[in-house]
């Protein structure tokens, strides 16, 4: 069974930063697309960054410029990296890997304060 381990998530002014972590296990981890999607209160889950086996990364508007995607293929691990937080920010975040099917963590959470 896939398992995808977030961790990294807490609570961080405005301005501040937070690297996220996800650690997946039983997964071609180095052929898979990686990704982290958000999801608000009364809001739609939405794609905040991807990378995919080449290292290509893609960025939602919102985050562009903000945060960055990376990956460590011998940890099985993708990360985070989020800079100049905003509480707009706020939500909780879920780590995706993308190998024939989509397999979701459990999500962690991240709250920005003002």
């Known amino acids: 069974q896939v398992q995808l381990v977030e961790s990294g998530g807490g609570l961080v002014q405005a301005g501040g930063s937070l690297r996220l972590s996800c650690t997946a296990s039983?997964?071609?981890?180095?052929?898979?697309?990686m990704a982290w999607y958000r999801q608000a209160p009364g809001k739609q889950r939405e794609l905040v960054a991807s990378?995919?086996?080449?290292?290509?990364?893609k960025y939602g508007d919102s985050v562009q410029g903000r945060f960055t995607i990376s990956r460590d293929n011998a940890r099985n691990t993708v990360y985070l990296q989020m800079n100049s937080l905003s509480p707009e920010d706020t939500a909780v975040y879920y780590c995706n890997a993308a190998f024939i099917q989509n397999y979701w963590g459990q999500g962690t959470q991240v709250t920005v304060s003002s």
């Open positions: 039983r997964i071609p981890f180095s052929i898979s697309v």
């Open positions: 990378i995919n086996n080449a290292g290509t990364e």
